[in-house]
């Protein structure tokens, strides 16, 4: 069926990351939004260039190369609009994550209350927070003034007095940030942003006028019970951008070509998944997972209610990564088949953050890397738990919702071949509850599709509906305790021909049930030993009618969490079964 276009056709997006630099381009195609290609380049912020222009120059070349379409004309300009002859594009958006993350101060009322919804406002970019200041923390002034003289901060966020609340209070904190920031340089203030009481916008601006650049934004804590933090989210994300802008050579002649339509990938990505949850019937919310080189976000939404938070300490492939601490370089190890010292490992993240563009070039580097991919996935889940209210998106007794479907992103997806491992590592790393399906934007370009979305929605909507992801698998993950070896399902799935197939299923098991990609049955489903599937309470049963991925329907009976043999050996034996029960090796 034919669908009206709207004036603008091609899109070109730049996805300007910590480690890579792509551009994807977007046209119709017999009537229809269509992702056309991409073009990857290693991103140039850093030495030798200490330019983003020459990374997104080179992504350009490439995308050219794979497309056959010109996009540069003689001037070294972007060609826009796209001319008769069908060279360049139409428009041009970015989207940015490049750089250090933010030097962030938080400064509230209450730790319990105001400072927590700062610290979530925060998150919601890449960022370091370096100091929290609170009325009880027990420090006078001028230890609250030396706190954030010490920082040196780019950005102070302030939070506090509920809608006709506290002011007094309120006033008494912003002098102290008013004053640390008379005592700096002017050319290194930060931006303060002001997210509390409203009624005291004015007086802050007189109190601040002329010694900071004071921004101000919805409260993002009206009252004790109620938060809403998504509502300072696009000041803090124009922000964002303007101060890297100022730190960044070539983020001004992005923003140039794209007539201010940058935005942090964070938010472009949870943009994409908040609208996605608009389209969803029932209450299940819907689970994207962005793992970036510099930082992973995790966004979560149900019926558009979103809450993003990004990990710039769980980059894949990060100088600001986590990974080094003695801790975690043991849960890498856990998942390696093969011995290797925690001082190896060490060796070999110190020497990948070296060579981030690099990728594994043998089968050991290969396990290396999945193992890595496991812990981060696995620790950004638990961070986004820890740190997320108590909402109806997500609750569950700190444990992932119910949701619908997952999809993971992150240029791990581009270079992968091997899909069953790459499957079996994202289960193990997000480990979902209940009935989903698991997608892998493995052209890594939801991103792009979130600032697409701000010129040009129906090609979000058209290029979200069409083959450009890959659909893993339908998964079925009872959640609950009960023994190894233990009856934990009964399936009974119904294919359109009406062939039947009937499994019991064990609890630590891992299980594919065939269904050719795009096909669909009915299964039916009954768990055992007061197991829950999410069909209303443990033990309660349903059918539900399923399509089929790559790897079919999976049904993870292994527990929520993971639970092992407590033998190594015994450990790695039923790991390579559940992989082989994939069709991996």
Known sequence: MATSIVETESLLVMDVGSVTTRAAMFDVVETQYRFIGCGEARTT????????????????????????????????????PSTADGAGADAFAATL??????????????????????????????????????????????????AILSARPELIIVAGGTEKGATRSVLK????????????????????????????????????????????????????????????????AELYVQLRREKIPGVAELSHWARGQILPS???????????????????????VDVGGGATTVALANNGDLLLSVAPELGICSTHTALTDEKLLSEIAFWLHAEYSLQQLNEYLHNRNLHPFALPFSPEELAIEYAILRVILRHAMLKFLRETPASGVATRDGQLPYVEPVIVSGRFATSNSNLPRLTMTLLDGLQPEGLT???????????????????????????????????????????????????????????????????????????????????????????????????????RGGSVRVVGGAFGVIVDARGRPLSFPKDVKSRREVVKQWLWNLGGE
Not at 73 to 78: D, F, V, Y
Not at 266 to 280: D, E, N, P, W
Request: net charge positive.
């Open 437 to 539: 399906t698991l997608i892998l934007d493995n052209n890594v370009i939801m991103p792009s599709l979130g600032a697409a979305a701000a010129i040009n929605p129906l090609l979000t909507v058209q290029v979200l509906n069409s083959n450009a992801f890959q659909h893993l698998g339908t998964i079925i993950a009872p959640s609950g305790k009960a023994r190894w070896g233990s009856p934990a399902l009964r399936v009974k799935m119904t294919y359109e021909s009406g062939r039947e197939i009937k499994r019991e299923i064990k609890m630590g098991s891992l299980e594919v049930l065939p269904l050719p990609r795009g096909a669909s049955a009915k299964l039916q489903l009954q768990p055992l030993n007061r197991l829950d599937i999410g069909m209303g309470a443990p033990g």
């Open 97 to 146: 994550s490049a750089g250090e993350p933010l030097r962030v101060v938080l400064v509230g009322l209450l730790e319990s209350a105001s400072l927590e919804s700062a610290q979530r406002l925060a998150e919601t970019v890449p960022c370091s927070i370096l100091q929290k200041i609170h009325l009880t923390d027990h420090r006078g002034q001028d230890g609250r003034l030396d």
């Open 173 to 236: 904190m912003v002098e102290a940030v008013g004053l640390a920031c008379l005592l700096m340089p002017e050319d290194q203030r930060p931006v303060v942003l002001f997210a509390g009481n409203q009624a005291l916008q004015k007086e802050l601006q007189s109190l601040l006028n002329g010694i900071v650049n004071l921004k101000l934004a919805p409260n993002i804590r009206p009252s004790l019970e109620s938060e809403r933090v998504e509502e300072a989210q696009p000041t803090l």
């Open 45 to 80: 912020a850093g030495a030798p260039f200490h330019h983003l222009g020459e990374g997104v120059r080179m992504a350009i070349d490439r995308l050219q190369s794979i497309t056959g379409r010109r996009l540069v004309g003689a001037n070294e300009e972007l060609i826009l």
């Open 266 to 288: 964070s938010t472009a990505f949870g943009r994409v998944i908040r609208f996605l949850s608009k389209t969803q019937s029932g209450d299940k919310g819907v689970l994207g």
